[in-house]
């Protein structure tokens, strides 16, 4: 039905920057907030960022001045650019997006997770 796509992740030094993509595809009307949650091994999912469809966005202190939420409604894609990173951002970055899949349903999704990683 509605499928969220993740790229972007993999290794790199503290310091280093990455960008991480989520791409909406399937049968939807519009999507509405979405956002990027991460989880290290052994830790409960946090939320990273989360931006609205009209671009107001809102991260977790932990990333404010070095993380930078956005997306293009008209690719239905949403990314989020890490920098100055740090051992402790490792995790698995998950995409979340709420579909509006007809005109009076809504449902939220999760994309498979794409593995960031900062050595020291």
């Known amino acids: 039905q509605v499928q969220l796509v993740e790229s972007g992740g993999g290794l790199v030094h503290s310091g280093g920057s990455l960008r991480l993509s989520c791409a909406a595809s399937g049968s939807f009307l519009s999507i509405s907030d979405m956002g990027w949650h991460r989880q290290a091994p052994g830790k409960q999912r946090d939320m990273v960022a989360i931006i609205t469809s009209g671009g107001v966005a809102n991260y977790a202190d932990s990333v404010k001045g070095r993380f930078t939420i956005s997306r293009d409604n008209a690719k239905n894609a949403m990314y989020l650019q890490m920098n100055s990173l740090k051992p402790e951002d490792t995790a698995v970055y998950y995409c979340?997006?709420?579909?509006?899949?007809?005109?009076?349903?809504?449902?939220?999704?999760w994309g498979q997770g794409t593995q960031v990683t900062v050595s020291s």
């Open positions: 979340n997006a709420l579909f509006k899949t007809n005109y009076r349903s809504t449902y939220n999704y």
